[in-house]
């Protein structure tokens, strides 16, 4: 059976919306813009990555934005407990736990939920007793994700790193294409909710927002980079477009995907 495209929604993460007015320390381009903008479309939200270093979001935008933004506010954040702290407070209707390295270019890589179970359940239980509901960012990897599903969490969101890098590389695709395809049954079978993202463009984006049990996807860096010539607000509407149009037969033969 196909499955209902329609289910599959978009968070739109503005990070580098941030990061172009960082690079200067001016006020503009206005992030309560961009938000106002994802509001006033078929999006079904923001989202917003609290980095300890501040590198692109500040402390300033998150109140700015979560006073009055009528759809989903997904807070991504490391389990430091200053940010901890500031998430408790701020109430976002959804965090998501990801791992975070100084050095790093953007998040690469998914938690370590086997390695830092302790805390990652300490965190995952204190903001669930907020009334936050918790996402981690995993691999698609069975045993991270069963570890997911120990320490409490509502949600895991598959990293597509890997599968947008074979996309670039045009090697393996299938292969990674299936990963993802596994991990998101497995997830679901859990009772876990499954969303995906990192490194979707225009061109990768229909396989994932096709998986089955995959319901949302969060995009930031190529989508705000596509936004650069067409302006927000048609970005976002060439994307949900592309999360649903006719993808190559390349994937269409995966054993996974061609039962539906
Ligand atoms: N999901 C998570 C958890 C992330 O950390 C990021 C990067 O900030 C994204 C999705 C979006 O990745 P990209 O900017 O490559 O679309």
Redesign the pocket.
Known sequence: MLKELSKCQLCV?L??VATLRQARQTSYPSLLEAATVVAGSRAAGV?L?LREDRRHVQDSDLSAISQWFPKKFNL?MSCHPEIVGICLQLRPEQA?L?PERRQEL??EGGLDVLGFFDRIRDVTQKLKARGIWVSH?VEPDGQQIRRCADAGANAV?LHTGRYAQAFLAGENVAAQLERLADAARYARSLGLAVYA????TLQNVAAVAQLEYVTEL??????VSHALFVGLAHAIEDFLRGMHKTHSAEHAVLPALSVR
């Open positions: 993460n990070d580098h989202t990555h991504e998501t990801v953007t998040t960012f969101e993202g990192h490194g979707l969060n995009i930031g860096h190529g989508l």
